[in-house]
């Protein structure tokens, strides 16, 4: 090794020590004739002096050094003079006096500052060029620091708990019924095609028939779905599967993993039992399944009282079963025309024709539609929202499932204009968890006239639900459950059918898949169930959203070391790229490139 330590072990307790320390050069100072460098490991930094004093040639190379350069330093450890102490660095109390200077490669000046304030400002597409500069930042890098830490504990949890890590196949079949597949051809087998895992749900399922009873993975999941700061072409899952395990027997052994993950990481105690709440309340409450219960600024229920109204648009939904909501964001009167311009656009994204609104200013409700509003029809308004001077209360009349979504998004971008104007405080480490539990098994697909599961076709119903599949399958509850923190879906999961009989009857009676298609994609399964298969369940976690969240930053691309773009383009390593003919002849397909538009 070219280093006897790393940059930030050395204390005053090594004074007089001989060291040698390799880095990269953070920073070069010359103070009257003196150069001081900052030496920069991943550990952290130390200051090196050159006194040309001690060796005006050694002084003169070290003027030299440009940012970034990789050196290796041979120096005493001294004591720093009085006044020039550093307490905000670990090695802040000592310096080297070197005395000996080996450049191990030159760097020429970077693209971008490499301090967090600098490389915070750069535009994201020129810090994914040159990713390898960006990980340096100390934000970057203690951003993966704190993923290991996280995994560790992660694994070491569930080694406790007698799981057995078991790794998966990546190249699976394809079942396009979920999300959209990569597909990957075969050589060997010309036309046929594999699939990238979208996740290893059959497989731990396949486990449970094989008796491992207690499995986890970290696993690596791939999905063709347009990007985002939350979403990535591959992910990674904390996955998870039991055997004879109840829906209970889940929450406890994930608030568990929770408990000491959230300890190992930040030092932090989190509340236990998590809260629950059903997705129906949710829905009515918060307009979303995965709520942010860091503020309040809830959905209120104002049907009934608008059936009569004569403003016909709440009247004309109400009466025909949609549902009239409204939230009050308390202080937002001040809202400019901008900004209602786009909360109107962004509610019209969600089907509202338009949105709703008054004002209420100086005492006086202010809006187009306040006067179709009769005095009782206010009185209720005031008293169940609260309505106090400065306030605007948002509106959306719609079936029930619209209006909540739409009321939803109008409270997370009312949230986000109070906090810009100081009249909110929403802290990233105010760790609001909550399991959402009673989904609907089943939602109605318009497009294809049939029913769709809500969460995965695997998802077991609530025995006492069973019945429904034949006469209301809407009405069916399923075993599902996932779990929110502070706006963000963690993850989910479910208690699986596990009878032949029942999982063929979804397939069949109830998602319409055909005898021949469910055969092709899942009579694999479906035999193994007939050969004893244990009641079981389990959940998968996205790991780069719960680290992303322990990092305090709203973007899994922060917490990947080498992320795609929102184009899903690797621009470091210039992917996707064209491949050859004969690469393209070799597995027996052709590419059809579609003309400009």
Avoid at 159 to 166: A, H, R
Wanted: net charge negative; hydrophobic share 40%.
């Amino acid at each position: 090794m070219k280093r006897t330590h790393h940059c930030a072990q050395l204390t005053k307790t090594d004074l007089g020590t001989t060291v040698s320390l390799s880095g990269w050069v953070d920073s070069v100072r010359d103070h009257g004739g003196i150069n001081f460098i900052d030496l920069r490991d991943r550990k952290g930094i130390t200051q090196i002096k050159f006194d040309p004093q001690d060796d005006a040639n050694l002084g003169a190379r070290a003027a030299h050094l440009k940012p970034e350069s990789v050196v290796n330093i041979i120096g005493t450890v001294v004591v720093r003079p009085e006044g020039t102490v550093n307490a905000a660095l670990p090695t802040g109390e000592i310096e080297i006096n070197a005395t000996g200077l080996e450049i191990l490669n030159a760097s020429e000046t970077p693209p971008f500052p490499l301090d967090d304030a600098g490389g915070d400002k750069v535009n994201e597409d020129l810090r994914l060029t040159y990713r390898y500069l960006d990980l340096r930042r100390p934000k970057m890098t203690k951003n993966l620091q704190v993923r290991h830490k996280a995994t560790k504990s992660i694994r070491d949890y569930f080694d406790s708990q007698e799981f057995i890590e078991v790794e998966t196949p990546a190249l699976f079949k394809s079942t396009p019924e979920g999300a959209r597949e990569y597909l990957v051809p075969s050589r060997i087998h010309p036309g046929e095609f594999y699939a990238l895992s979208q996740s290893p749900q059959q497989y731990k399922q396949i486990l449970m028939v094989a008796g491992v009873e207690k499995y986890f993975q970290i696993a690596r999941c791939f999905r063709d779905e347009d990007l985002r700061a939350d979403r990535q072409m591959e992910f990674t899952q904390v996955d998870v599967e039991a055997s004879f395990v109840s829906r209970e027997d889940i929450y406890a052994l994930f608030e568990g993993m929770l408990t000491k993950l959230w300890k190992d990481v930040l030092g932090t105690d989190i509340q236990t039992p998590i809260q629950r709440m059903t997705y129906t309340d949710a829905m009515n409450r918060f307009g979303v399944d995965k709520p942010d219960l860091r503020f309040g600024l809830e959905l209120m229920d104002f049907t009934e009282l608008f059936k009569t109204s004569s403003f016909k648009v709440f009247s004309g939904t109400a009466t025909s079963g949609g549902a009239v909501k409204a939230i009050n964001a308390k202080g937002l009167a001040d809202i400019t025309q901008g900004e209602l311009k786009n909360m109107e656009e962004a509610a019209k994204s969600l089907g509202a024709k338009g949105l709703a609104f008054i004002k209420i200013e100086g005492g006086e409700w202010k809006s187009p539609i306040v006067k179709f509003f009769s005095d009782a029809e206010k009185t209720e308004l005031t008293a169940k929202l609260n309505v106090e001077d400065g306030d605007i209360i948002f509106f959306a009349a719609a079936e029930w499932e619209r209006s909540c979504a739409i009321l939803g998004r109008m409270r997370l971008d009312a949230a986000q204009l109070l906090v810009k104007r100081g009249k909110l405080a929403i802290r990233h480490d105010d760790w609001k968890f909550l399991w959402v539990i009673d989904f609907p098994l089943m939602s109605y697909d318009e497009e294809r006239g049939a029913f769709a599961a809500t969460h995965h076709p695997f998802t077991s119903p609530v025995p006492e639900d069973i019945a429904l599949l034949d006469s209301d399958p809407k009405k069916v509850r399923g075993q599902h459950y996932d779990l929110v923190l502070n706006g963000m879906e963690l993850g989910g999961g479910s208690i699986r059918i596990h009878q032949p009989a029942l999982q063929k009857k979804v397939f069949e009676d109830v998602l319409k898949i055909p005898t021949d298609v469910v055969e092709s994609r899942f009579g694999y399964m479906l035999k193994a169930f007939t050969f004893g298969a244990p009641p079981h369940g389990g959940i998968a976690f996205g790991l780069d959203r719960m680290v992303a969240l322990l990092c305090g930053t709203t973007s899994i691309r922060d917490v990947i070391a080498f992320p795609k773009t929102q184009k899903g383009q690797d621009l470091m390593a210039q992917s996707p790229t064209p491949v050859t003919a004969k690469q393209l002849k070799e597995l027996h397909i052709q590419t059809v490139i579609p003309p400009e538009s």
